[in-house]
C-alpha cells in the first residue's frame, strides 16, 4: 500500500520479465500478479447484470406484441357486440351473409347466407362487420 492524496491506494506490481524464472518454462510472463488481478471485481451484484436487459427486453415486448394484440381483440370483441339487424357479416369459414335476427340471450345469430339459406353462428366466428345495416326497429 502506498500513502497519497486520496489516502492508501494499493499498489498494482507488474512483472516486467520476459520467462519465468523456473527452469525448463519459456512462458512470456506479461502478466499482472494473479493476486491483484483477483482482487479487481465489480462493484455489484451478478445478477443486476442480467435483470436490467431482461427488464428492458419484457418492457420492448409488452409495448411492441401484447399491448396492440390487446387492444385488437378488445376493438373486436366491441365490433361482434355491436352487431345488429342487417349488417353484413363475415364468418370464419369465409361466408358472408347479411344478419336476419340477433337474440340477446345468446352467443348466436341467424346470418341470411343466399335466398334460400338461413343459418345460424355463433358470435365469437364472426371475423368482420363490413358495412352497418338499418337500426332496430321498436316493436309497437
Known sequence: ???????????????????????????PMFLIDPAYAQGATPGGDPLTGLLIPMLLMMAIFYFLVIRPQSDRAKKH????????????????????????RVPDNSDEVE??????????????????????????????
Do not use: W, Y
Request: glycine fraction near 10%.
Open 1 to 27: 500500500m502506498r500513502q497519497g492524496l486520496a489516502g492508501t491506494v494499493p499498489v498494482c506490481h507488474v512483472n516486467l520479465s520476459l520467462v519465468d524464472a523456473t527452469p525448463g518454462n519459456s512462458a
Open 77 to 100: 370483441r366491441e365490433m361482434i357486440d355491436k352487431v345488429r339487424r342487417g349488417d353484413t357479416v363475415v364468418t370464419s369459414g369465409g361466408f358472408v351473409g347479411k344478419v336476419l
Open 111 to 140: 346470418v341470411e347466407l343466399s335466398d334460400q339459406m338461413k343459418v345460424r353462428v355463433l358470435k365469437s366466428t364472426l371475423l368482420d362487420v363490413r358495412s352497418k345495416g338499418e337500426p332496430v326497429k321498436e316493436p309497437t
